[in-house]
């Protein structure tokens, strides 16, 4: 009886370190911008910079595209949109029904609705 236990004991052990590793490898994902910190450090050392300029370098080169790279477009606010349909020169043309009709179908998406003729 004291081996089996033993035994399962240590397939018990086995599996937790088994299951530890796997996990810890599974999470290690870099986040962007941890990619292309990792990527300027890999320019500066092939520059063989150090000390100022290598911090200089880290700087500009993180700094690079950062804002472009790291956030994507988002959708227009409603607001947004309002401002966009009003400047869309179709609409200063319109009038009553007409220009109500315009602004609904832009607002909804469709920027190249057509104004209706007049």
């Not at 043309?93 to 315009?102: F, H, I, Q, V, W």
């Amino acid at each position: 009886m004291k081996s089996a236990t033993t035994l399962f004991a240590a397939f018990a052990f086995a599996a937790v370190l088994a299951t530890g590793s796997a996990s810890a490898a599974d999470t290690k994902q870099l986040t962007p911008q941890q990619q292309k910190l990792g990527a300027c450090a890999k320019d500066a050392h092939a520059k063989g910079l150090k000390g100022a300029e290598y911090k200089s370098f880290m700087s500009t080169c993180a700094k690079a595209d950062s804002t472009a790279a790291a956030e994507p477009a988002k959708p227009m606010t409603q607001q947004e949109k309002m401002k966009a349909c009003n400047a869309d020169p179709k609409a200063k043309e319109l009038k009553g029904d007409a220009r109500k009709t315009y602004m609904s179908t832009c607002l909804k998406g469709d920027a190249t609705a057509a104004a209706p003729a007049h």
